[in-house]
């Protein structure tokens, strides 16, 4: 097996595991955050909008918004100048979570990036930005974001 290839999917893997662990407690998984960070400091955003940022097929952004409704995080709201989409609010439920959120993704970075120098962590953040954008670009995918950065 192709080692760069190896260790991206173990660095993937183990790093959603950890997130999922420092997120239980908010009833929320390493598959949900993003939703309800980019949505918390972007109050209104068009569901839609969300497939420029996420990098997610629409049906799963469609599933991971019903669910973060569900659990009370969301609202969502018909856009006015659009029908077709509708406008995502956080609930005061998401707000108070939204540090303790930043603070366990935080903490999750901190682990992957341990034993690296600054200009070391700087250097594979801007690397594995350029590869993801060379994979989503190789796959037709073009977004507007370099990067997940609510």
């Not at 991206?8 to 662990?21: E, G, N, Q």
């Not at 993003?34 to 209104?44: A, H, R, S, T, V």
């Not at 060379?134 to 950065?149: H, K, L, P, Q, W």
Request: net charge negative.
């Amino acid at each position: 097996m192709n080692s760069l290839l190896k260790w991206l999917s173990v660095a993937d893997r183990f790093s959603k595991l950890y997130l999922d662990k420092l997120l239980a407690a908010y009833d929320l998984n390493s598959g949900q955050h993003m939703f309800l960070i980019k949505i918390c400091k972007n109050p209104g955003l068009l569901q839609d909008s969300l497939m420029d940022t996420i990098y997610l097929h629409p049906s799963n952004i469609v599933r991971t918004v019903a669910a973060l409704e569900n659990k009370g995080l969301l609202t969502r709201q018909p856009c006015e100048k659009d029908k077709r989409t509708c406008q995502l609010f956080p609930t005061d439920k998401a707000i108070a979570l939204i540090a303790d959120i930043d603070a366990a993704c935080a903490q999750t970075e901190a682990v992957l990036l341990q034993g690296l120098s600054d200009d070391e962590k700087t250097a594979f953040k801007k690397a594995l930005i350029h590869v993801g954008k060379n994979i989503a670009s190789a796959m037709n995918v073009y977004r507007e974001d370099d990067e997940f950065d609510a």
